[in-house]
């Protein structure tokens, strides 16, 4: 009997306006979760699998229904289905686990999954070096601050909200191509994991999304960083056994 197997995936940033095609997109990952089903036991979404989500008492984003029918449909099955928040999904509330039985994360989570101990987050939680992220990530974890933006009209907020996104996105491409690897130095997601291991040297490998990069890497004889890559261009995952953890690219097409 096969073992069953763990997979990790982030940053699909579904229902973006910068999707040359969506629907191509959403339909793309509802293939790679046909394709693992056979065999997983556990999927976790690392964050921002939608570019915005804000659950209003009786409205929710409209859109996605085919990869929400699909977490639903596996987490039927039998198979646990896990979403972080991201920055850009921050407003994750009772919905998804009612309606699909997924588990949200608000923090980033430590814990042993076939053996080995793993440190699981999106990347945003940890990110300190900017003081105005991180006074915006603040104000949007903030359970006041969401109590009134809910008294905005969806009409208002959600068109916000999308033009917001897109305009970060054009802005930070303009500026640099912040989603490059740089090296160890100059990678946060690197220098956090190297310092979280003096404190809790027992953690096997630190998963991450947010940076929409593809990295595999050591950082001692025991520990490893990886960083998932994305839904978007990378259309990457990590696949996890027991005893091998890889990084790959899905790349089966209609």
Same mark, same amino acid.
């Given at each position: ?12 940033? $579904? %229902?973006? &306006? +910068? ?15 046909? =394709? @693992? ?76 999954? $076939? %053996?080995? &101990? +793993? ?15 991180? =006074? @915006? ?97 990378? =259309? ?19």
């Amino acid at each position: 009997m096969n073992q069953k197997k763990i997979y990790f995936a982030s940053d699909a940033h $579904l %229902g973006a &306006r +910068f999707h040359k095609d969506p629907l191509a997109t959403e339909k793309k990952l509802v293939r790679w979760l046909d =394709f @693992i089903k056979q065999n997983a036991s556990a999927i976790y979404f690392l964050g921002d699998m939608f570019d915005y989500w804000f659950e209003y008492k009786y409205v929710v984003p409209k859109g996605f229904i085919r990869f929400l029918g699909k977490v639903a449909e596996l987490a039927d099955s039998g198979i646990e289905i896990h979403f972080f928040i991201g920055n850009h999904d921050i407003w994750m509330f009772d919905y998804l686990p009612k309606e699909t039985g997924a588990i949200i994360h608000r923090e980033p989570l430590t814990i042993d999954l $076939l %053996g080995k &101990r +793993f440190f699981l987050g999106h990347g945003d939680e940890v990110d300190d070096r900017s003081l105005s992220f991180r =006074f @915006i990530r603040a104000l949007f974890r903030n359970k006041f601050c969401q109590w009134l933006y809910a008294g905005i009209h969806p009409r208002w907020t959600m068109g916000f909200a999308y033009a917001w996104s897109l305009h970060s996105r054009r802005s930070g491409l303009q500026q640099k191509e912040k989603d490059k690897y740089e090296g160890e130095d100059a990678e946060y997601l690197v220098s956090f994991a190297k310092d979280y291991l003096k404190t809790h040297p027992d953690i096997n490998f630190f998963i991450f999304g947010h940076r929409h990069i593809m990295l595999d890497l050591m950082l001692t004889r025991s520990s490893r960083l990886l960083i998932a890559g994305d839904w978007m261009k990378l =259309f990457s995952y990590i696949e996890w056994d027991g005893e091998t953890l890889i990084l790959e690219q899905f790349e089966i097409e209609e």
